[in-house]
């Protein structure tokens, strides 16, 4: 149950696209295509951005993209805005009925 | 609306127990898999257990097996985390998330987790 490897931040301006990518093995991230992100900040409940690697809950803006190739999952975050500053979590579903988050990302609009 | 609400956490000697309780409304409780998730100070998100709408099978991190038991009254829309021998590890903001599960091609997954509770503290320390 390793936790799905993260880059610890990306930064853009507004206006700008990051991408963010999580990596996992065949065992998780590659094994399933159960990828689901999660928009945090701090002190509030965490909010479900992205799952089945694409698809986008009712709510969220379709500035947030996601996909999957092989063992690294991808969210994009198009024409970003300030209030998309935050960290940000991949979770995928690992086998045995267990989930694995990724190590998280900070999201810093400049 | 659909709501999660935690309750139960608060400060305990290393070695100690507490129980946490997570209040769903809003929607069938007994109609959905529930899961526990923690945030340590400075860490990222961490899963810790899981059930089944019917609470026939639970599953847990490796990091809290044989020392947390989850469970669930249906009757009282009411989830729970029975957190025994605790650690200073285990110092954390402890989420409730109502999961989405369901079959594919024969076989039982969990998805992901859709709606969240705003956590409640546990702190471990002498």
């Known amino acids: 149950q390793s936790a799905l490897t993260q880059p610890r931040s990306v930064s853009g301006s507004p206006g700008q696209s990051v991408t963010i990518s999580c990596t996992g093995t065949n065992s998780d991230v590659g094994g399933y295509n159960y990828v689901s992100w999660y928009q945090h900040h701090p002190g509030k409940a965490p909010k479900l951005m992205i799952y089945?690697?694409?698809k986008r809950p009712s709510g969220v803006p379709d500035r947030f993209s996601g996909s999957k190739s092989g063992n690294t999952a991808s969210l994009t975050i198009s024409g970003l805005q300030a209030e998309d500053e935050a960290d940000y979590y991949c979770c995928s579903y690992a086998g045995s009925y267990t989930f694995v988050f990724g190590t998280g990302t900070k999201v810093t609009v400049l | 609306e659909v709501q999660l609400v935690e309750s139960g956490g608060g400060l305990v000697q290393p070695g100690g127990s507490l129980r946490l309780s997570c209040a769903a409304s809003?929607?069938?409780?007994?109609?959905?898999?529930m899961s526990w998730v923690r945030q340590a100070p400075g860490k990222g998100l961490e899963w810790v257990s899981a059930t089944r709408g019917s609470g026939g099978r639970t599953n847990y991190a490796d990091s809290v097996k044989g020392r947390f038991t989850i469970s669930r009254d249906n009757s009282k829309n009411t989830l729970y985390l029975q957190m025994n021998s605790l650690r200073a590890e285990d110092t954390a903001v402890y989420y409730c998330?109502?999961?989405?599960?369901?079959?594919?091609?024969?076989?039982?997954?969990?998805?992901?987790?859709?709606?969240w509770g705003k956590g409640t503290t546990v702190t471990v320390s002498s």
């Open positions: 998330a109502k999961a989405v599960d369901g079959y594919s091609y024969g076989n039982y997954y969990y998805y992901y987790m859709d709606v």
């Open positions: 089945d690697v694409s």
């Open positions: 809003g929607f069938t409780f007994s109609s959905h898999a």
